[in-house]
């Protein structure tokens, strides 16, 4: 909890300095933390049917694991592919986002009276 606090203060005061950048942050988190944890479970489920499929673990190896293995190992990998590249162009659409967005930022101009 304490971490959490901590992080927290460190993103108000990210925020303050550089709004943009911290925008940006946020959002490129919001897709990277599904896809890791996508990422995560799909190589950890197909160690576990390669383990099964063709090893001798547990009086392996077990025919119906090694077809589930290759079953899904294609198009887990074509899915892999797929979304890291859309992430990879949504990241270049978030940077011109900020990019823009700095750039008003720095032409605004302010007349005081």
Do not use: C, H
């Not at 944890?37 to 119906?64: A, D, Q």
């Not at 290759?70 to 797929?82: A, D, H, K, Q, T």
């Not at 979304?83 to 162009?89: A, D, E, I, N, P």
Request: hydrophobic share 55%.
């Amino acid at each position: 909890m304490i971490f959490g606090i901590i992080k927290k203060y460190k993103d108000i005061k990210n925020g303050a300095k550089d709004p943009a950048g911290f925008g940006q942050g946020v959002a490129l988190d919001f897709v990277k933390i599904p896809l890791t944890i996508f990422t995560i479970t799909g190589v950890v489920s197909l160690g576990l049917l390669f383990l099964l499929g063709f090893t001798e673990v547990l009086t392996g190896p077990f025919s119906f694991f090694r077809f589930l293995f290759w079953f899904l190992l294609v198009p887990f990998v074509l899915l892999e592919v797929f979304f890291w590249s859309l992430f990879r162009k949504f990241k270049k659409l978030i940077q011109k986002a900020k990019n823009r967005v700095d750039e008003r930022v720095n032409t605004i101009d302010v007349e005081v009276k």
